[in-house]
């Protein structure tokens, strides 16, 4: 099955933005801007990115650091233009704090979910006033949700470059990292008993991270790209599909072929 989605994948997957730079301080801004943002339809979150990104110029990271990016785009859905520029401002202000944002998460408390919840509090505080745009940007673990895109961000830079993911940071291990949940997650992992909760909220997602560190305890969410793209492109279909689903490897294990 891993085979069959490959890495065509990237071209749907907003890892790709963060490929494009050369430095490391470069991918790691980029990474975090393009996982936040990942959410909603593919085309717009992806056209979006592309004007964000065109504002930041051939090192985000320096452009952040200066402040006051300039022709900031917006809105994106939840987000106003004024919510994205004091994001973007925010995030400048902690780089040029702290140097990197491996030097402001490492610096926080043992457990990665406390340094994540520290990483995210910071920034909601500079960013100034919190608004529905910002704090949906910027979830807190403590609210119970799954956080998807901060799992999906950490995912990017702790688990070591595969071609996918981007290995930048050694201040966490991959048997650290939770399964970011999203509807094909949710969908497939429930198919495939990995949970036996409906609601793709922060338990669900320590549930599945869980049953897949029985396969693969030093790196449970090596599984996250392949499950994910097996319901994005179609590959695991939301109700039987002869020619699909009896092809399927995994068809022992699923509920849905056994209805």
């Not at 907003?14 to 393009?34: N, Q």
């Not at 593919?42 to 300039?70: D, I, N, Q, T, Y």
């Not at 949710?186 to 669900?204: G, K, N, Q, V, W």
Request: glycine share 8%; charged share 25%.
């Amino acid at each position: 099955m891993a085979a069959r989605i490959g890495r065509d994948a990237l071209a749907a997957d907003p890892v790709r933005f963060a490929r494009r730079y050369e430095h490391k301080a470069d991918r790691e801004a980029v990474a975090l801007i393009s996982a936040l943002f990942a959410y909603g339809n593919v085309k717009s979150m992806g056209a979006f990115l592309e004007r964000l990104l065109a504002c930041l110029g051939p090192s985000p990271h320096r452009s952040l650091r200066r402040g006051g990016v300039k022709r900031v785009p917006g809105p994106y859905r939840f987000q106003t233009r004024r919510d994205v520029a004091r994001f973007l401002d925010g995030l400048g202000a902690l780089l040029a704090e702290t140097g990197s944002l491996e030097s402001a998460f490492e610096g926080g408390a043992r457990d990665i979910e406390d340094r994540l919840e520290s990483l995210a509090r910071r920034l909601r505080q500079l960013a100034g006033r919190l608004t529905p745009g910002l704090a949906h940007l910027l979830p807190l673990p403590s609210s119970g949700s799954a956080c998807k895109r901060w799992w999906m961000f950490l995912r990017w830079v702790v688990r070591p470059d595969d071609g996918v993911d981007l290995g930048l940071w050694t201040c966490a291990e991959p048997g650290e990292l939770r399964i970011p949940v999203d509807t094909h997650i949710a969908r497939i992992a429930y198919a495939l008993r990995l949970s036996e909760r409906r609601t793709p909220d922060r338990l669900f997602s320590m549930e599945v991270t869980r049953a897949l560190a029985e396969i693969c305890p030093e790196d449970p969410t090596r599984y996250d790209f392949t499950l994910a793209h097996m319901g994005i492109l179609k590959a695991c279909p939301r109700h039987q599909v002869a020619s699909i689903c009896e092809a399927c490897s995994l068809r022992p294990h699923c509920r849905l072929a056994k209805k």
